[in-house]
């Protein structure tokens, strides 16, 4: 995905490009990582006085919205493409972070602003995909909403936010409310900033904050401590296999995984988790009865599929899914930061993309795969490389559903401990943000495995198998 497009119909084209123009979404136009077009309704109109409204057949208040209008505008953009369309209305889907991530995923969106007292049923019944609401109130026209739905997408998309990590960082993620914060003085208006904030002390300070937002978002809002509780719950039952269930423990306690499925038999577990941020399922079942009704359960968008049991393999390899690879779960559980002994090491911007696409695109996967995902990473903050006198010689990074991965040194300059140093940078930079570090051997990787050993990582017992959803017209 090279630039996420956002289309927003409306009456008001100006209010739409003066509203986001000065913000954070406003530079990201700058560079380059979505764009804006505001599109004038009223250009489209066949009416020679430029109206694009009229009275409601049966009656009633107020002026509608006319369909021609509003359809040529739709097709002057989207074309014969089916665009995933949203109109902004009081009577849509009641507007959730998890809906920002799902659109965050679309390479182009079409917003629809109705005006007056709405917009014929049937152009709405022709173009619209998804009608969504910002509240239970009602706004005089759908621009503000289609704002605030932007505003809250484009952050989701790596690049956009200065710091590439901020957004999959942040706690609302987690089902958590923030916690406090301060800042200087120390002192104001005789309040004091809590003492443990000035301790220097970072696991106690961790600990006081998790405190705080599972204190206020019990108190504010009991329906998402709700969540957060059942994830809780389930982390605790999963810890009995910890080197099995680390990639689900993760991705719940970083508040990625939604729980589409699980059952219970004495100590065993079975799980359907899906990160719909990046369209990843996880999955572990007790026998093919359980696997089969899982496989029944996993969303149309997903893209890709990890599960640790052979019959699960199966059983989605007979729909839809092909292996993609048999791996070994390797975990790091301690708390300790690792030496990194070669030091030219940093993080990668785009203009370090050409190098990482040429080894692990061109070269590891085939010519012409698709950089877009290893773009998408770099953008998202979450691609090192390592460089000997400035000349780059490999790179390491952090997947998005979590896991560690993507190590690669080139072959002049291996055996000179680079992979164990940027293995060992990407575990600090995990570990800095209180994540278990976790990656998936390749079987049959035997190098890799002896590295894995020498870092300090556990290996799981099982195997694991990377499915990817075969798409229709590719079979
Ligand atoms: N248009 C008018 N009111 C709205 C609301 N609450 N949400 C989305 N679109 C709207």
Redesign the pocket.
């Given at each position: 995905m090279d630039m996420t497009k956002f289309h927003i119909l409306t009456l008001f084209p100006e209010m739409i490009l003066q509203g986001l123009a000065p913000s954070v979404i406003g530079r990201a136009v700058e560079k380059g990582v979505i764009s804006l077009n505001a599109v004038d309704i009223r250009d489209y109109t066949l009416d020679r006085h430029g109206k694009v409204d009229d009275y409601p057949y049966g009656g009633g208040a107020g002026m509608l919205m006319q369909a021609q209008p509003v359809y040529d505008a739709y097709r002057a953009v989207a074309g014969d493409r089916r665009v995933r369309t949203i109109y902004?209305?009081?009577q849509?889907r009641p507007?959730t972070q998890d809906m920002a991530a799902d659109f965050a995923r679309e390479e182009e969106l079409v917003f629809l602003?109705?005006h007056y007292e709405g917009i014929d049923e049937r152009v709405l019944e022709r173009v619209v995909t998804d009608q969504?609401?910002?509240?239970?109130?009602?706004?005089?026209?759908?621009e503000?909403?289609?704002m605030v739905m932007i505003d809250a997408i484009a952050r989701l998309i790596p690049g956009v936010l200065g710091n590439g990590e901020s957004a999959e960082e942040e706690s609302f993620h987690n089902n958590l409310l923030e916690y406090p914060q301060y800042s200087r003085p120390e002192i104001w208006q005789g309040v004091r900033v809590p003492e443990v904030l000035l301790s220097g002390n970072h696991s106690k300070i961790a600990a006081w904050r998790l405190e705080q937002s599972r204190q206020r978002t019990a108190a504010r809002r009991p329906d998402l401590y709700a969540r957060y509780e059942e994830k809780q719950r389930l982390i605790r039952r999963l810890s009995g296999e910890k080197r099995n269930h680390i990639h689900m423990m993760e991705s719940l306690a970083r508040g990625r995984a939604e729980i589409l499925y699980e059952a219970r038999r004495e100590r065993e577990t079975a799980v359907l988790l899906y990160d719909r941020g990046c369209g990843i399922c996880m999955m572990t079942a007790l026998d093919g009865e359980t696997g089969e009704k899982m496989a029944d359960m996993l969303p149309a968008d997903a893209r890709m599929a990890l599960v640790s049991e052979a019959f699960l393999r199966d059983i989605l390899t007979g729909r839809q899914y092909r292996v993609s690879g048999e791996f070994r779960q390797v975990l790091y559980t301690r708390r300790e930061t690792l030496p990194v002994k070669h030091k030219e090491i940093r993080q990668l911007s785009e203009d370090d993309l050409p190098y990482v696409c040429k080894w692990y695109c061109d070269e590891g996967r085939g010519p012409g795969v698709d950089c877009g995902y290893v773009r998408e990473r770099i953008r998202a903050g979450a691609m090192y490389g390592a460089f000997l006198e400035g000349r780059q010689v490999g790179f390491a990074g952090i997947h998005d559903e979590g896991s560690l991965g993507m190590l690669y040194v080139e072959e002049p300059f291996r055996g000179r401990g680079i992979a164990a140093s940027l293995e060992a940078y990407v575990v600090n930079r995990m570990l800095e943000r209180g994540w278990v570090p976790y990656g998936h051997v390749e079987a049959g990787n035997a190098a890799s495995e002896r590295l894995q050993e020498k870092l300090g990582f556990y290996k799981a017992e099982k195997s694991f198998w990377w499915l990817e959803k075969v798409l229709a017209n590719t079979i």
């Open positions: 902004l209305t009081p849509g507007f602003c109705g969504v609401s910002i509240g239970d109130y009602v706004l005089t026209g759908g503000l909403a289609a």
